[in-house]
Structures are given as structure tokens and as C-alpha cells.
Nanobody, 115 residues
Framework: QVRLVESGGGLVQAGGSLRLSCAAS????????MGWYRQAPGKQRELVAS???????SYVDSLKGRFTISRDNAKNTVYLQMNSLKPEDTAVYSC?????????WGQGTQVTVSS
């Protein structure tokens, strides 16, 4: 079994920064992909960014340049550095881990950006 725990969310003013963390524990295989998703009120969940255990990254085009995903394989932890935050970035941010065709999800962390 795999457990994902996110942290780092909170309230920030527009233009500010936050760094989210997601720590995975349990049966983690050396090859996997971890990603960050977000869901704003009344909207569908969308992919923000993902990163493989080899370090290959993928971003939604609209967030390139402001958000950066990274990971520490030794700690089974993925990070999301969010800069120049905007009110429209307000959402619940969740991480997932995709390995051996099974996807695991964390509980999510709230990010609120005030104008």
C-alpha cells in the first residue's frame, strides 16, 4: 500500500510564493511518475505538472515559468514551487503517484491566493 501526504498549502497574497510538498510512503517502486493536480471550486480537476523518477518533467502550458516541479527520490518526495501566484490559482492541490499502472492520491492541500 502507498500513502501520500501533502503539506505547504495556505493563504498567500497575489504575487507571493508557496512550496508544496508531497511525501510518499509504503511500497514505492524505483520507477514511477508523481504529479500535482488542482481543482478549483466548480471546476474539473486539472493536471499542473508531473515528473518521472528519472527527472523528466511535464507542465500544463499556462503555468510554465511560474510553477516548478521537482523531486527527491531518496525521500520519495515531490515538490511544487509556485511563484507569482494569482487569485485564479486558488484551488485544492493534490499529488498522485503512478506506478505499475496503479494510481494513488493524497488528501489534498488548500491553496488560497488573495487579491
Amino acid at each position: 500500500q502507498v500513502r501520500l501526504v501533502e503539506s505547504g498549502g495556505g493563504l498567500v497574497q497575489a504575487g507571493g510564493s508557496l512550496r508544496l510538498s508531497c511525501a510518499a510512503s509504503g511500497s514505492i517502486f524505483s520507477f514511477n511518475r508523481m504529479g500535482w493536480y488542482r481543482q478549483a471550486p466548480g471546476k474539473q480537476r486539472e493536471l499542473v505538472a508531473s515528473i518521472t523518477s528519472g527527472g523528466s518533467t511535464s507542465y500544463v502550458d499556462s503555468l510554465k515559468g511560474r510553477f516548478t516541479i521537482s523531486r527527491d527520490n531518496a525521500k520519495n518526495t515531490v515538490y511544487l514551487q509556485m511563484n507569482s501566484l494569482k487569485p485564479e490559482d486558488t484551488a485544492v492541490y493534490s499529488c498522485n503517484l503512478d506506478q505499475i499502472r496503479t494510481i494513488y492520491w493524497g488528501q489534498g492541500t488548500q491553496v488560497t491566493v488573495s487579491s
